[in-house]
């Protein structure tokens, strides 16, 4: 499941460094921040099974899609 311990500790620690590092650092930690947040949902995807995942990713996908309508940017844009 989750380490919703380890993801939020990360979170703070990213936070914390944003106030006394440069961008390339910080750049850096939110990257690995977001493998870890990847790693951690393939993880629970694989838990709940393949259905369920397949729903969930789906919904996550048509938010994404909901916010970029929202913006005005459609996905062949971003292709370009």
């Not at 870890?36 to 629970?44: F, K, M, T």
């Amino acid at each position: 499941m989750i380490d919703e311990f380890h993801v939020m500790y990360m979170y703070k620690k990213i936070q914390v460094e944003a106030a006394t590092t440069d961008i390339k650092t910080l750049e850096q930690l939110l990257k690995k921040f977001r493998k870890v947040v990847a790693e951690r949902r393939e993880e629970y995807y694989q838990e709940m099974g393949e259905t369920t995942a397949h729903k969930l990713r789906m919904k996550r996908l048509q938010k994404i899609y909901e916010k970029m309508t929202r913006d005005k940017l459609s996905p062949e844009s971003l292709l370009k």
